[in-house]
């Protein structure tokens, strides 16, 4: 079993900046890629971004590339995700996920573990 514990959320104007981590813990030893969704108030969980296990591959949601930035540090089990240049679009609970395999992958259910989730609100 792996924990993952979200923070960093929290109101900013648009045009504003974010940073979002996510600390795991438990097993993790294994080796895991790591991804970000976001769930707007009445819509679905939707991808934003996600990084493999070695850092080495990343992908991003149309949405948000080129303004978010999503990192992990594998000695403090954390991933990261940059927001800049929020806009009120970007308002949602941020949900960090992890998967048993070391490539990424944009679909949900391709997820095994998830955290709590985290408020981001932008206001215009």
């Known amino acids: 079993q792996v924990q993952l514990v979200e923070s960093g959320g929290g109101l900013v104007q648009a045009g504003g900046s974010l940073r979002l981590s996510c600390a795991a813990s438990g097993r993790t030893g294994s080796r895991y890629a790591l991804g970000w969704f976001r769930q707007a108030p009445g819509k679905e969980r939707d991808f934003v971004a996600t990084?493999?296990?070695?850092?080495?591959?990343?992908d991003y949601a149309d949405s948000v590339k080129g303004r978010f930035t999503i990192s992990r540090n594998n000695a403090k089990n954390t991933v990261y995700l940059q927001m800049n240049s929020l806009e009120p679009e970007d308002t949602a609970v941020y949900y960090c996920?992890?998967?048993?395999?070391?490539?990424?992958?944009?679909?949900?259910?391709?997820?095994?573990?998830w955290g709590q989730g985290t408020q981001v609100t932008v206001s215009s």
């Open positions: 990084i493999s296990w070695s850092g080495g591959s990343t």
């Open positions: 996920a992890a998967r048993r395999t070391v490539v990424v992958g944009r679909a949900a259910d391709l997820y095994d573990y």
